[in-house]
């Protein structure tokens, strides 16, 4: 069987969201997920009205997939809003031994890592969790330091950090495309610790496609 990943989320603080911005959040998910089939083939499927999973073709590109849902969703509050829209992200890699038409009746190593992480979350909102006991020990302080910093992004950064990662656009470009100068977007990035994020993409794209290289 192949490894493949899932990513089993949940938006945070649904229940404080204005009924009229519902249907814009879950639209706004639905618009990143199709951007990101760009990278990978992945499929997308909502339940509970505020959770959704995610199955994703290539397990070495989930972690930049969750990163730019997250800032993607932070990016697109409305200015209205009280609190910034965001998602708790529990990312699972391991094989998947049953698929059904629906991807939440689905089941296998990917899928139980994906909800046990999400379920064991307490404060933090983003997890990782593979097939493989030395990738964990390495992510898991890593994750929690990425963590951290993606949940403390404006919606300025979180602007400028995804058009970045899911487009590798040059800062001078971006600030014409939004409208700043480019001193403006090289401090957001500075202080959104973009550098410091690519840095983390960068070591768990590489041990797992190591791992996976390995099988």
Partial sequence: MDTKSVITGDIVASTTIKAEWRDSL?????????EMKGFSSLEMEFF????????????????????????GLKASTPPSTDSLWDARMAIGVGTISY??????????????????GLDEMDKERLSVRTCWDDVNEEMAVSTAFADDIISSWSVAQA???????SRDIAQKDL???????A????KLLGVAKENL???????YFKLVTTHIAAL
């Avoid at 001193?183 to 090289?186: G, K, R």
């Fill in 26 to 34: 879950l639209a706004t998910l639905r618009e990143i997920a199709n």
């Fill in 48 to 71: 509970r009205g505020d959770s959704f999973q995610m199955v994703i073709d290539k397990p070495e590109l989930a972690l930049k997939i969750a990163i730019l849902l997250r800032a």
């Fill in 99 to 116: 698929r059904s038409e629906k991807i939440v009746v689905s089941d296998g190593e990917a899928f139980r890592l994906s909800g046990r």
């Fill in 159 to 165: 602007q400028v950090v995804y058009a970045t990662l």
């Fill in 175 to 181: 600030a014409v495309e939004i409208g700043k100068s």
């Fill in 183 to 186: 001193q403006s977007v090289s």
């Fill in 197 to 203: 994020i690519r840095l983390y993409l960068g070591r």
